[in-house]
């Protein structure tokens, strides 16, 4: 159990950073098509600023997938990162230069230099998500053997079913985008943004599911082992969760309950990732097991506390943040003083979830490194995540709280 923990925070970090980094990544592909005129401005605009609070956050999950892969099974990133060091290269470079050119997009001196730096920022909002795409599909159909540059520079991503499954990265982003982007102009009541995100919404929602079954039939050609592995087991559940999800979207789009949407289209997205990778379980590469592909005992154990200890303190944070996001309170302007009757019994509730929250620390930590049964870890990785929870239900109420003391 302990060698496919990480696993599941791997697994669970790309979904976050694809249903949240891939909005923005979409919000990027939208300026560039919004055409001209003053509507189009208006659309560049309310991208920006819909971006603004949680674009540089997201890369958080990207960076978190990285080094827990890394660290917990370094053989198969070795693998990874020296046989598609090329599309791996062109989305960092896509992400750096997305970033620099979002930064600077407010201080441009004339109209030229601004037209330059939305295009550099376009252009590289789509070529980093076709690139990671690209990459998952040779990993997918095993195009990338164990070894060191093992595996053919080129033809390990560029192949119909690394293309198909780049091209659905992008879509799947616009797709993201445009269902946020609307949620975000009907809270702030700007109907003709509404309109426009709506209509591309519905646009993007089936192109991306025509995309998808076009890439369930290519990799049936390509690669039959993997189309085998999606179409059956729970691997099949996770394409059906996916497929109901979206169409559910498209519904809840076309009806203008966005905030429903906005949560069905990240379910209907995050499935895909998570049916790939439950149809390659147990291997990462070919002939490689998650458990051959381990690290050692030890650093298994201090990784599985530091990612835990680790989002204690961040998913409260980025959960903080997003509410306030959502709720439009760091875009809107400050909402109207309200006052409310103090809760006398939230000090013992605060001092009961901190005195739980050290004994399921002390408890976790005491299992995993102590213990040598295999039922003594799984019982400390519960009780890290019973630490969690705790340290959640101790701290969450006390940071809202002053966040809307100050708003």
């Known amino acids: 159990m302990l060698e496919t923990l990480p696993l599941v925070f791997v697994l669970g970090g790309l979904v976050l950073y694809t249903v949240l980094a891939g909005a923005d990544f ?5 300026q560039l098509v919004a055409g001209r ?3 189009a401005v208006r659309i560049r605009e309310h991208a920006h600023r819909s971006m603004a609070p949680v674009w540089e956050a997201n890369h958080v999950w990207l960076i978190f997938v990285l080094t827990v892969f890394w660290t917990a099974y370094p053989k198969a990133f070795g693998s990874i990162a020296s046989t598609l060091a090329i599309p791996l290269f062109i989305a960092a470079l896509g992400i750096i230069f997305r970033g620099a050119a979002y930064a600077l997009q407010p201080g441009a001196s004339s109209p030229r230099e601004a037209r330059i730096i939305q295009l550099t920022f376009s252009i590289s909002s789509i070529l980093t998500p076709f690139a990671l795409g690209a990459a998952i599909g040779g990993i997918a159909t095993d195009r990338v053997p164990v070894g060191n540059a093992a595996g053919p520079a080129f033809s390990s991503w560029v192949n119909p079913t690394s293309v198909l499954i780049g091209l659905l990265a992008v879509t799947s982003c616009a797709y993201l985008a445009a269902v946020y982007l609307a949620a ?10 509404e309109r426009s995100f709506r209509r591309r919404a519905l646009a993007a929602g089936l192109i991306t599911g025509a995309i998808a079954l076009a890439a369930l039939l290519t990799v049936h050609e390509d690669y039959r082992p993997l189309s085998r592995a999606l179409l059956s087991g729970p691997a099949l559940v996770a394409v059906i969760v996916s497929a109901v999800a979206g169409v559910a979207t498209l519904m809840d789009v076309y009806s203008r309950r966005f905030e429903l949407a906005r949560y069905s289209a990240a379910v209907a997205v995050g499935s ?3 049916s790939w990778a439950i149809a390659r379980w147990p291997l990462i590469l070919p002939g490689l097991s998650v458990h051959a592909a381990a690290a050692g005992h030890r650093t298994l154990v201090w990784l599985v506390l530091s990612v835990i200890v680790g989002g204690a303190i961040v998913l409260p944070s980025m959960g903080l943040l997003f509410r306030l996001t959502l709720t439009g ?3 809107d302007g400050d909402p109207p003083p309200a006052t409310a009757a103090p809760d006398m019994g939230r000090g013992v509730r605060e001092s009961w979830s901190g005195r739980s929250a050290i ?6 930590i005491a299992l995993l490194t102590a213990a040598e049964a295999s ?9 890290l995540f019973g630490f969690v929870v705790s340290e959640f239900a101790a701290r969450l109420p006390l940071v809202v709280g002053q966040a809307s003391s100050r708003a």
Request: hydrophobic share 55%.
């Open 26 to 30: 979409g919000a990027g592909f939208w």
């Open 37 to 39: 005129g003053e509507n």
């Open 184 to 193: 975000d102009a009907a809270r702030q009541g700007r109907s003709s943004l």
């Open 272 to 274: 895909i990732v998570a």
């Open 329 to 331: 309170r760091l875009q």
């Open 359 to 364: 004994a399921f620390l002390v408890a976790g």
């Open 375 to 383: 039922w003594a870890h799984a019982v400390g990785v519960v009780c």
